[in-house]
């Protein structure tokens, strides 16, 4: 088997990391912080070892003419050129190799094929380094007219006179980690999936990237702005087609109670989108997984419109060939790279190995063996086997990267308010527990944010340049009682993890078998006035993750046989 062959992912172990070694994920971070450390001789390297090469490559080019413009030059200015380039790109590939290569992970379920007729987003956002996650209830804004909205490199479009309302999970100081569900029910995640295109200073010299280009904003305008999932896919393009994308590359989820799509951002002005059938469920890791289009079905598929021109410009693609245009194929980063995380996750959902042709990618989504239930996609979203890719590199779908976990529940047929929920959980999945959020809250416990206006929340210097303090831990927030406890469970894992899962079992068991009479009585309020609804399902909200935290608090405080875990 080739090194681009696909096939279903090896498990090297579905149990937790025995007792007498450290875990796997506290290895690969102790291996990535050794390779940081790297990074910076790297770096001081990078700075100085250019001008010792420039000055052996003007060696080279001296000695290769004696004559300007002779052909001794000609030939000294190529090897001049293949220098260079070697250099860079060993330059490169050190910076890649030491760059963790997996990130986010995303279920994305048709309404087909879940239970409820719900459509379904679960979405792992994992990131490095030390965070915070502010989660709020924002509500509508209005604009004076001629008011503009700024990105964040210093381009700028006309306010709307009032926008969405939504429920905003930020990622302070990240740009591409935020989380939406806006008060029309259209959820917005993302993963990062490499692309081809080339760095952001060519394009942007190239005129791809103008006005500084747009990148965090672009899911913040779908939330205030959309009022479908489609819509808000129309909006992301224009946006890209007139801004460029900064990113290398990625895929946003865009959901609704009617329908979810992927949409697969190329750094610059590409773009393209595809609906996800109603009868299947998508895994998406952080490769692009959009593979042949049909442009003239525009109720399956959207593009800018120089998609496939610009591909045959740069000769990526060759229509000649006869061969169907491949998104993933064209505008992927050669060569593929499978993600075992997406073929374990179809395991998990379809019950069956599946073992595609080699070098091929598996089809878009697959049928479930059951229809899907909110507890069927945490299930995915919390695996631990411990999985292995051609490469050979490790790795589990929870991890504790992930700063949070979420499951959108969006649902037809009810008030939006009531029939659109999200189900968050902070930190890792495997350790953390899954509550509701109904989209018809009115706020969030001051346990869930830094406090602060909102207004000055939803500020770019407010999100890239927060107040001193802000990432330093404190006992009060329910980020750091979750984060505290997802660290003491992996001092002993086999031991610990067991205990913490079977509180959150009883306790999410609890609130599912409640939901449907929980939504009745809020039903009943919102006959009469839909702000006591809303009252209504703001306290019951609360009260439940409040539980949660002082569940989780106790669980550090007595330890799976009694004994103090540590003080809160």
């Known amino acids: 088997m080739h090194r681009g062959a696909v096939t279903a992912p090896r498990i090297i172990s579905g149990q937790p990391t025995s007792t007498n070694r450290p875990s796997v994920e506290r290895v690969v971070e102790t291996v990535f912080q050794r390779r940081a450390y790297l990074l910076v001789v790297a770096s001081v390297f990078i700075i100085r070892v250019p001008h010792i090469f420039a000055w052996f490559v003007s060696v080279v080019g001296r000695s290769g003419s004696d004559e300007p413009g002779g052909s001794g030059e000609k030939e000294a200015l190529t090897v001049k050129r293949q220098l260079y380039a070697f250099f860079w790109a060993g330059v490169a590939l050190f910076a890649f190799g030491a760059t963790r290569t997996w990130a986010c992970y995303a279920v994305i379920v048709g309404r087909a094929a879940s239970a409820d007729g719900s459509v379904l987003v679960g979405h792992n956002e994992e990131n490095g380094g030390r965070r915070l996650l502010n989660f709020r209830a924002v509500p509508a804004r209005r604009f004076p007219k001629g008011a503009k909205t700024r990105l964040l490199r210093g381009g700028t479009i006309s306010a709307v006179e009032q926008t969405a309302g939504f429920l905003w999970s930020e990622n302070v ?220 590199r490790t790795r589990t779908i929870s991890t504790p990267y992930a700063q949070e976990s979420a499951v959108f529940q969006l649902r037809e047929g009810i008030p939006r308010e009531i029939g659109c929920v999200y189900w968050r959980a902070t930190a890792e999945p495997a350790i953390s527990v899954y509550t509701p959020w109904y989209l018809g809250i009115t706020g969030t416990p001051p346990a869930y944010f830094r406090p602060g206006p909102i207004d000055r929340q939803l500020t770019l210097e407010q999100h890239f340049h927060p107040p001193s303090g802000t990432f330093d831990e404190d006992p009060q927030l329910a980020w750091w009682t979750f984060k505290r406890l997802q660290d003491w469970v992996h001092e002993d894992l086999p031991r610990r993890l067991p205990v913490v899962r079977r509180s959150w079992n009883t306790l999410e068991h609890r609130m599912l078998s409640s939901q449907r009479a929980v939504e009745r009585r809020a039903l009943e309020f919102a006959r009469k006035d839909m702000s006591m609804a809303r009252t209504y399902l703001t306290r019951y909200c609360e009260v439940l993750a409040e539980e949660a935290c002082q569940t989780a608090r106790s669980l550090l405080l007595s330890g799976p046989s009694g004994q103090t875990a540590r003080s809160p």
């Open 173 to 392: 100081g990240l740009e591409f980690s935020d989380a939406y569900l806006n008060q029309w029910g259209v959820a917005v995640v993302s993963d990062g999936c490499p692309s081809r295109e080339e760095a952001l200073e060519v394009l942007i010299a190239r005129g791809e990237i103008r006005d500084g280009g747009i990148g965090y904003m672009l899911r913040r305008l779908i939330a205030e702005r959309a009022r479908s999932a489609r819509e808000g896919v129309q909006l992301a393009g224009r946006l890209i087609e007139r801004f460029g994308y900064v990113s290398p590359g990625r895929t946003y989820v865009v959901a609704d109670p009617r329908e979810a799509w992927l949409l697969a951002v190329v750094r610059g002005r590409r773009w393209v989108a595809q609906r996800v059938p109603d009868d299947v469920v998508v895994l998406l890791p952080n490769v692009y997984v959009i593979q042949q289009i049909d442009l003239n079905d525009r109720n399956n598929f959207l593009a800018s419109p120089d998609l496939i021109s610009y591909a045959v410009a740069r000769g990526w693609y060759d229509p000649s060939r006869k061969e169907p245009f491949n998104f993933r194929r064209v505008y992927g980063r050669p060569p593929y790279q499978p993600d075992p995380r997406r073929m374990r996750g179809r395991q998990l959902v379809t019950g069956r190995v599946d073992e595609p042709e080699d070098g091929e990618p598996p089809p878009i989504g697959v049928r479930p063996m059951r229809p899907m239930t909110i507890a069927d996609v945490t299930r995915v979203l919390r695996d631990r086997a411990l999985l292995r890719d051609a490469f050979g």
